[in-house]
């Protein structure tokens, strides 16, 4: 995605850019309502010289190192899913509105699903590298 769209959409779902060169730092506070405590997660992005950028999920971290409360990792893990669905391009449903008791919501994350599927190992499969298959559901 191109810099100036991801910083566009990043900013309309309340992310503040805080640092940028060709590294951008975004901050949102999560609120813990039982507190009234804002925890300030920060999310990096980083521009290539193709002027392509990557947001790095998994970088992705409260400031400060201090405890942050379950809830809190909670709604941020939420806030991330949905920031992760808008960059990737998905026009899925927000969480409130998934169905979750369905495995796939479309034809598209069927076939996606079909896909990750084909390369998942049999129980037998993974009996014979010693490993222990999931229980029967």
Do not use: W
């Amino acid at each position: 995605m191109d810099k100036i769209t991801l910083h566009r959409q990043l900013t309309d779902l309340g992310l503040e850019r805080i640092e940028y060169l060709e590294k951008s730092v975004y901050r949102i506070d999560i609120y813990n309502g039982a507190t009234s405590v804002a925890y300030p997660l920060t999310l990096k992005t980083l521009t290539s010289e193709h002027g392509n950028t990557t947001v790095h999920f998994h970088d992705a971290d409260f400031e400060g190192n201090t405890f942050v409360p379950l809830q809190v990792r909670r709604a941020a893990l939420d806030k991330l899913i949905e920031l992760e669905q808008l960059c990737n391009g998905s026009t899925g449903k927000s969480l409130e509105d998934a169905n979750n008791g369905s495995m796939a919501q479309d034809i598209g994350e069927m076939k996606k699903l079909g896909n990750e599927m084909k390369h998942m190992k049999t129980n037998s499969e993974l009996l014979e590298i010693d490993l222990i298959p999931d229980p029967i559901q």
